[in-house]
């Protein structure tokens, strides 16, 4: 009898988890290989403190090529075709046949959804990111704008934290008095998934910080030289720097292999991740997991969870074991308020009634914590 073929598609938070939880439960006789096109991806979470010089550039990596010590195999490939008739996937390193799929792609950016939003600044890319930092070092007085442009965006906490991760680097440095900070998003309050709550208490903590907070704003449109941003609901600013958070969308193979349905996201088995494909799972950001009015926000603590529940569910059928316990979408993110305090954010998100959701004072045990899941992930524990 041959063993079983586990094929993952990304390495990002989601599928090194569903291949190392998957890994764990399978004996040696089982494949069990991630596909990535990039050999070492970027946590993104470190962005915010990255671009106050919080962060060194070159620590923020982990090589794939590590989990080889953990019997999975790694290509460093790009996807280009998903063809779940044949159970294939087509890449630039050659075909790969499955028995089970799990796709954990993330989301793509449409830069080129909002005019002009490829030219100017943002931290949610790696690159981009760096390129702030750059200008944010060279930066004595002026406005920043952080203007999120449609939900559903990563880490909706991530504008919020950012902005106040600017305030104290601008107050450290003794330049706070000459920097306006303004954060546009468009949803009618900040963090609404987590509950009113939350929303309450971020405001407050933006408002005590001189941080302008507007809502129901979505960004439309940043001129060419950079410098004049309009926003949904008509009005327009100048800044000095524009940071955008881009339009997030499935990625085209995904959509285009009709794992979707013709949704925006793959919508998935609440209780298992599988979507309406027998054996293909998909996870993460690139999926939907209604939970009350929102959807499980797409972040990389969920990603992960997701992926642990993943591995258990192949593993089980394969292993013909008791089928695990339904995924149980609960996760716990930081917002760090500087690079000295975090607070964290989260709860269950699919608990019977609605989500049931905390947040926290931003304290220096949340940042140690903070630290301590940067280190964790570079180590492949999360
Ligand atoms: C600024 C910022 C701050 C954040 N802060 C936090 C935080 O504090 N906590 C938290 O939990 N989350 C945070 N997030 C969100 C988190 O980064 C994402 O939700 C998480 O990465 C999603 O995991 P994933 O596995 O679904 O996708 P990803 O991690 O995006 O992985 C997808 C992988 O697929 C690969 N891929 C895509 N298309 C192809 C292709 N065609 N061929 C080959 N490979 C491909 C990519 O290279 C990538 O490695 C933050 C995000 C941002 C932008």
């Known amino acids: 009898m041959a063993g079983s073929k586990i094929l993952v598609l990304g390495g990002g938070f989601g599928g090194v988890q569903a291949a190392i939880s998957a890994r764990s439960s399978l004996n040696a006789f089982h494949e069990v ?125 991530a504008p919020l934290e950012t902005a106040m991760i600017i305030n104290w680097w601008a107050r450290r440095k003794g330049i706070r008095k000459d920097i306006d900070i303004s954060v546009y998003i468009p949803e009618p309050g900040p963090l609404g998934v987590a509950g009113k709550d939350a929303s309450m208490r971020i405001r407050n903590a933006l408002d005590q910080r001189g941080i302008e907070l507007v809502s129901s704003a979505g960004v439309t449109e940043v001129s060419r030289n950079g410098f004049e941003v309009s926003f949904a609901d008509g009005s327009s600013t100048t800044a000095d720097i524009v940071a955008t958070i881009p339009v997030h969308k499935m990625p085209d193979i995904v959509a285009a292999s009709g794992v979707a349905n013709g949704k925006p996201w793959v919508p998935v088995s609440r209780a298992t991740l599988e979507t309406s494909i027998a054996n293909v799972f998909a996870i993460g950001d690139v999926n939907v997991v209604p939970s009350g009015e929102f959807a499980i926000p797409k972040a990389g603590v969920f990603a992960a969870g997701q992926g642990t529940k993943v591995g258990e569910v192949i593993s089980s059928r394969i292993n013909e074991t008791d089928e695990p316990e339904p995924y149980d979408g609960v996760g716990f993110c930081y917002l760090a308020y500087s690079g000295g305090r975090s607070a964290t954010v989260g709860g269950e998100f699919l608990a019977e009634g609605g989500p049931q959701t905390i ?22 524990r999360i």
């Open 33 to 157: 290989t991630i596909i990535d096109r990039n050999r070492v991806p970027h946590l993104c979470g470190m962005n915010p403190l990255m671009i106050v010089g919080e962060r060194e550039t070159n620590k923020t990596g982990r090589s794939l090529g590590r989990l080889a010590n953990r019997g999975i195999n790694f290509v460093e490939a790009n996807i280009d075709l998903i063809d779940t008739s044949n159970q294939q996937v087509v890449t630039s390193a050659g075909t790969f046949d499955y028995d089970y799929l799990v796709i954990a792609l993330g989301a793509a950016y449409d830069w080129d959804a909002v005019p002009g939003a490829r030219d100017a600044y943002s931290f949610y890319d790696f690159d981009y990111a760096r390129h702030l930092r750059r200008r944010l070092s060279r930066l004595k007085r002026g406005k920043i704008v952080l203007a999120a442009a449609k939900p559903p965006y990563k880490c909706p906490p």
């Open 359 to 380: 947040v926290t004072e931003p304290m220096v045990s949340g940042m140690k914590h903070k630290e301590r899941f940067e280190r964790d992930w570079r180590n492949f």
